[in-house]
């Protein structure tokens, strides 16, 4: 019984490590990991660009355009005629990309099977349909134009599908709002 305790007892005093072979491993990654972390480490904070001062990060544009608004406000003039696009203007950078191929369902120009039934419900159907968005259309198409405009671009294309609608007239000046 006294040989199984000292078997026993020198188990209790001998570490993990038991063959060379893992003293060599152990010893290779005790010294290899540190230096390899060492290394990656000093690569690291030697080629990362960080703005100290000093530096353009904390000029006076630089830390404008940091805390800048997402958004803006742009006021756009109705009563200027010359900026107003037409409604070919208006179809060909924002409703040719679904009205020209017919994607998402959308009644392609100048088939005048699909725009029949439109047509019959009426300009002011069709314009509120482009300015709010029907179906698989987002409001105005996605785009930014005025309502004037879409009007415009909307008597393009119902007239291309049969339609007989008349131009939309420009809208009269807010002069009586700013009195």
Same mark, same amino acid.
């Given at each position: 019984?006294?040989?199984?305790?000292?078997?026993?007892?020198?188990?209790?005093?001998?570490?993990?490590?038991?063959?060379?072979?893992?003293?060599?491993?152990?010893?290779?990654?005790?010294?290899?990991?540190?230096?390899?972390?060492?290394?990656?480490?000093?690569?690291?904070?030697?080629?990362?660009?960080? &703005?100290?001062?000093?530096?353009?990060?904390?000029?006076?544009?630089?830390?404008?355009?940091?805390?800048?608004?997402?958004?803006?406000?742009?006021?756009?003039?109705?009563?200027?005629?010359?900026?107003?696009?037409?409604?070919?203007?208006?179809?060909?950078?924002?409703?040719?990309?679904?009205?020209?191929?017919?994607?998402?369902?959308? &009644?392609?120009?100048?088939?005048?099977?699909?725009?029949?039934?439109?047509?019959?419900?009426?300009?002011?159907?069709?314009?509120?349909?482009?300015?709010?968005?029907?179906?698989?259309?987002?409001?105005?198409?996605?785009?930014?134009?005025?309502?004037?405009?879409?009007?415009?671009?909307?008597?393009?294309?119902?007239?291309?599908?049969?339609?007989?609608?008349?131009?939309?007239?420009?809208?009269?000046?807010?002069?009586?709002?700013?009195?």
């Amino acid at each position: 019984m006294s040989a199984s305790h000292d078997h026993d007892h020198d188990d209790a005093h001998t570490g993990p490590i038991k063959t060379p072979k893992q003293l060599a491993w152990a010893v290779l990654f005790a010294f290899v990991v540190p230096v390899i972390v060492i290394i990656m480490l000093a690569n690291y904070v030697t080629t990362e660009h960080k &703005p100290a001062a000093g530096t353009g990060a904390f000029d006076a544009q630089a830390v404008a355009a940091r805390i800048a608004p997402i958004g803006h406000v742009e006021v756009k003039d109705a009563s200027d005629a010359g900026a107003m696009k037409t409604g070919e203007q208006v179809f060909q950078a924002q409703c040719a990309a679904c009205h020209a191929t017919g994607a998402a369902g959308a &009644p392609k120009l100048g088939d005048a099977a699909a725009w029949g039934p439109r047509v019959k419900s009426g300009f002011e159907a069709l314009v509120h349909s482009a300015l709010t968005g029907k179906g698989n259309m987002g409001p105005q198409g996605g785009g930014d134009f005025s309502d004037f405009e879409i009007g415009r671009a909307v008597v393009y294309m119902a007239n291309n599908g049969g339609a007989k609608f008349d131009e939309p007239k420009m809208p009269a000046p807010a002069a009586s709002a700013a009195q």
